[in-house]
């Protein structure tokens, strides 16, 4: 029966795979352009604090409160998108680091609003909503041989897989077009593309509100599965765990990001045998991939590779 | 006119680059920008698509005034350039880096990029295609799926000319396009040049290659020290006693550098 393969745990760490690699592409799209932003963190906050805020005390339907917390980061990205422009490298890596701890202390500050570091508990959760919803038009788990916690975490993880798959269909598309061949041009010589008559303001700008707007969702996303949240979700530990997804799986390439979140976040499970140990064999395999492969798992090279082999067996046949 | 540079100065701190240069280019010539290293070439080129902007003076093209317009901005008026020392997107293949020359030749956006809508399809073909042309008149249609970064020397010299004509300049603007090239490659630069002229684009041409520049040129401006030293056809700057005492005379020295 299908209720027997519907493990809640295990669709739980489905969800949070896909809330990962919203947040790893989050990264992946301002690298594309060149930036090197460590600011999903704090753009994952705001969109967290505002959907939860929204549906909390205004009674928004969760998926408004979800598209408004997106917007209002994406928002925010093209208010600092602006003046990032003058950094580069190193230095937008650390003002967008810096941005994010801001943020963070604005949350743990504004207590009257956010409950300080205590966080927002009660936030409306996306699996519960959607078993309410289903039973008002009358569709109950046990039609389907499911109780009802097996319903929930299965509808939130559909949700979140439908999201995903939209969000990369996206950025695909996007990359093989006139807008992302602007932003690679960009990434391989800023100077160059701005001869060639490519707007640089406005595709990076673009490129890096983007990136905020995926934050920004995934956060949302993250508070309405998780029911509370607070600063500590979002403070420069995820930053960094998240620009980790996306160097350790390949920047080059979207599916290294994929790849990234996806490998990353499954590693802490499966080692949980040996318990506190899997931090430090986290932390060897880090420094092994980045001494021996820098770019990353994936890269063009090893992809088009893959392809070549695909083609030659089907040759064969 | 074309391209008139009026007055123009360039200091970087203490440093005159270019000192109250002025020449005019006419419709349809090849002009030739010479003088030794350091003259202030590359300063000019780089102030025409305004990297820098001029210290004082004025550029003008086709009689409006251009001083100051962003960068991408003159690229859109017409006038598109190729660098010295290569600038190409050196991990895309040579067919995506004449394509992003098309960019401002093009104008879908993220929307209909991402659900590709009628317009974007034929758009893209058409980019595809136009590329695909220049490529083959530049000589590496074959080479189109190659990484700009595996191209030989002279190859990506090519390239970034195909990639500067995709954005239908009137003015085209080569710096050194034949530095490292051997003499075969040279010739057939020659000819890309004359045929580029031919399709109704001005060419302004910085270049060493004395007997190149000779050829091929209709007038040409001799820089020397950020000054201008002469102006005329190429019989008269052979003949002009400041030039080849400056700049031709010690010819022997530049080759043997
Ligand atoms: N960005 C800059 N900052 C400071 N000085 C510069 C800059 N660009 C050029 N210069 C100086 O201006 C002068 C002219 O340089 P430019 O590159 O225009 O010479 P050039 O005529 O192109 O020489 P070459 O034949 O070697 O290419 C040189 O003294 C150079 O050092
Ligand atoms: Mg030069």
Redesign the interface.
């Known amino acids: 029966m299908l209720a027997d393969f519907i493990n809640p745990y295990h669709l739980q760490i489905a969800s949070f795979i896909l809330i990962n690699i919203l947040l790893a592409i989050s990264v992946y799209v301002p690298l594309s352009s060149g930036q090197l932003s460590l600011g999903s963190a704090g753009f994952m906050g705001v969109g967290a604090y505002t959907s939860a805020l929204l549906t909390i005390h205004f009674d928004l339907p969760i998926f408004v409160g979800v598209l408004v917390g997106a917007a209002v980061a994406g928002c925010l990205g093209i208010i600092i998108g602006i003046p990032s422009l003058r950094l580069s490298g190193v230095y937008l890596a650390i003002a967008t680091l810096g941005l994010g701890e801001v943020i963070r202390v604005i949350f743990v500050n504004w207590e009257s609003l956010t409950k300080g570091s205590i966080g927002l508990t009660g936030i409306p959760q996306m699996g519960r909503e959607l078993l309410k919803l289903a039973r008002n038009v009358g569709i109950e788990p046990a039609m389907f041989g499911l109780r009802n916690n097996q319903f929930v975490y299965l509808m939130v993880f559909v949700i979140l897989l439908i999201l995903v798959i939209g969000t990369i269909w ?1 950025v695909f ?2 990359q093989n ?6 932003f ?2 960009i990434q ?2 800023e ?10 303001t406005y595709f990076k700008v ?1 490129s890096f509100s983007q990136g905020a707007f995926l934050a920004g969702l995934a956060g949302a996303l993250f508070a309405h599965v998780m029911g509370y949240i607070s600063p500590s979700d979002f403070s420069y530990h995820r930053a960094v765990e998240i620009l980790i997804f996306t160097v350790f799986g390949g920047s080059e390439v979207i599916i290294g990001s994929i790849f990234g979140a996806i490998f990353l976040t499954l590693i802490p499970e499966v080692l949980r045998f040996v318990s506190e140990y899997r931090y430090i064999i986290y932390g060897i395999m880090l420094v092994i991939l980045m001494a021996v492969r820098p770019q990353g798992i994936l890269d ?1 090279h090893l992809l088009s590779k893959f392809k070549r082999l695909k083609r030659s067996k089907g040759g064969v046949r | 006119m074309v391209l008139e540079i009026r007055n123009v100065s360039k200091n970087f701190g203490g440093i005159h680059a270019l000192k109250d240069v002025s020449f005019k280019i006419q419709e349809g010539e090849i002009y030739g920008l010479i003088g030794p290293n350091g003259a202030g070439k590359t300063t000019m080129f780089n102030l025409i698509t305004n990297i820098f902007e001029p210290t004082s003076g004025q550029i003008l093209f086709h009689d409006t005034n251009i001083t100051g317009l962003k960068s991408h901005k003159i690229t859109e008026q017409g006038i598109c350039r190729t660098y010295q020392n290569i600038r190409l997107f050196s991990q895309m293949s040579a067919l995506k880096n004449v394509m992003v020359g098309g960019h401002c030749r093009s104008s879908s956006g993220v929307f209909s990029s991402v659900f590709r809508t009628k317009k974007q399809k034929s758009e893209e073909r058409g980019l595809t295609q136009k590329a695909e042309e220049l490529l083959d008149l530049v000589g590496l249609l074959e080479h189109k799926d190659t990484l700009a970064e595996n191209l030989a020397y002279g190859q990506q010299r090519r390239l970034e000319i195909a990639r500067a004509l995709a954005s239908n300049p009137k003015l085209l603007l080569l710096d050194e396009p034949a530095a490292g090239m051997n003499e075969n490659e040279t010739d057939s630069l020659y000819d890309l040049i004359k045929l580029i002229q031919s399709k109704g684009v001005t060419v302004l041409i910085i270049e060493h290659d004395m007997p190149l520049v000779m050829k091929l040129c209709d007038r040409i401006t001799v820089l020397n020290f950020g000054e201008k030293l002469a102006e005329g056809t190429p019989y008269e700057i052979q003949n002009n006693e400041s030039v080849i005492e400056a700049y031709l005379g010690r010819e022997e020295d530049v080759e043997i550098a």
């Open positions: 996206f598309r996007q077009s006139r807008i992302g061949r602007s690679s041009s391989m010589d100077k160059a593309a701005e001869s060639m008559g490519i707007n640089i673009l063009i």
